[in-house]
C-alpha cells in the first residue's frame, strides 16, 4: 500500500524559501510509469496544481509559479522534493504531495503559513 | 490553460437521494491516444482529496458502486445514486490532458439535509 508523507518547516518568512520534502513508502519513487506531484490548496480554496517530476528527471510546472518552483527527486532515498523561492503571504497553504497520473494517493498534506 | 468549470458550487442532498454534478473543460479532454484525461475527486474535511474516478467513468478501488462518471469530449458528470452522510465534502473535477498544468475546477460542496 503506497504512502507519502510531507515534512518541512510549517512557518516560513516572507522573501526566503520554502523547501518540503515528500518521503514515498510502500513502492518504488522509480517506477517509469508514474510521476510525482505536487498540489498546494490555500486556507478555505481550492486545488492549485505546483508541478511534478518522473524518476529520470524530467520536471513540469505550472507556469504561474515556474520561475520560483524547483522540484526534484532523489530515487536513493525514495522521496521528491519541492523548492519555492521568494515566498509572499500568498504562498501560505496545505501542500500535498501525490502519486502524479491520475493524482490516485496522495499524502496528508502539511500546512506552510507565510509569515514574518 | 484548460479551464474546467463546475455546476453546482454547492449542494444539499437528503440522505437516499441522488447527486449529480457537472463539469465542462474548455478545451476537449480526449488524447490522441484514444484516453479523456478527466478525473473526479472528493476532499472531505481535513483530508486530503482522494480519488473516486478516473478517465470519465472508471471507480477507483474501493469507491462505492453509488458513484458513477459519464460524459466525453467537453462535459462531463458525476453521480451519486443514493447519497450517504459519509458522501458529505467538496468534490473536484480535474484534468490532466494538456500537460502543464494540471488544471481543477471549482469545487462542488455537497451537504446533508
Known amino acids: 500500500h503506497l504512502q507519502l508523507q510531507e515534512s518541512g518547516p510549517g512557518l516560513v518568512k516572507p522573501s526566503e524559501t520554502l523547501s518540503l520534502t515528500c518521503s514515498v513508502s510502500?513502492?518504488?519513487?522509480?517506477?517509469?510509469?508514474?510521476?510525482w506531484g505536487w498540489v498546494r490548496q490555500p486556507p478555505g480554496k481550492g486545488l492549485e496544481w505546483i508541478g511534478g517530476?518522473?524518476?529520470?528527471?524530467?520536471?513540469y510546472y505550472n507556469p504561474s509559479l515556474k520561475s520560483r518552483v524547483t522540484i526534484s527527486v532523489d530515487t536513493s532515498k525514495n522521496q521528491f522534493s519541492l523548492r519555492l523561492t521568494s515566498v509572499t503571504a500568498a504562498d501560505t497553504a496545505v501542500y500535498y504531495c501525490a502519486r502524479g497520473g491520475a493524482y490516485d494517493y496522495w499524502g496528508q498534506g502539511t500546512l506552510v503559513t507565510v509569515s514574518s | 490553460e484548460i479551464v474546467m468549470t463546475q455546476t453546482p458550487l454547492s449542494l444539499s442532498v437528503t440522505p437516499g437521494q441522488p447527486a449529480s454534478i457537472s463539469c465542462e473543460s474548455s478545451q476537449s479532454l480526449l488524447h490522441s491516444d484514444g484516453k479523456t484525461y478527466l478525473y473526479w475527486y472528493l476532499q472531505k474535511p481535513g483530508q486530503p482529496p482522494q480519488l473516486l474516478i478516473y478517465?470519465?467513468?472508471n471507480r477507483f478501488s474501493g469507491v462505492p458502486d453509488r458513484f458513477s462518471g459519464s460524459g466525453s469530449g467537453t462535459d462531463f458528470t458525476l453521480k451519486i445514486s443514493r447519497v450517504e452522510a459519509e458522501d458529505v465534502g467538496i468534490y473536484y473535477c480535474?484534468?490532466?490532458?494538456?500537460?502543464?498544468?494540471?488544471?481543477f475546477g471549482q469545487g462542488t460542496r455537497l451537504e446533508i439535509k
Open positions: 480535474m484534468q490532466s490532458i494538456q500537460l502543464p498544468p494540471i488544471t
Open positions: 510502500g513502492g518504488s519513487i522509480s517506477s517509469s510509469f508514474y510521476y
Open positions: 517530476i518522473y524518476s529520470i528527471g524530467n520536471t
Open positions: 478517465e470519465v467513468s
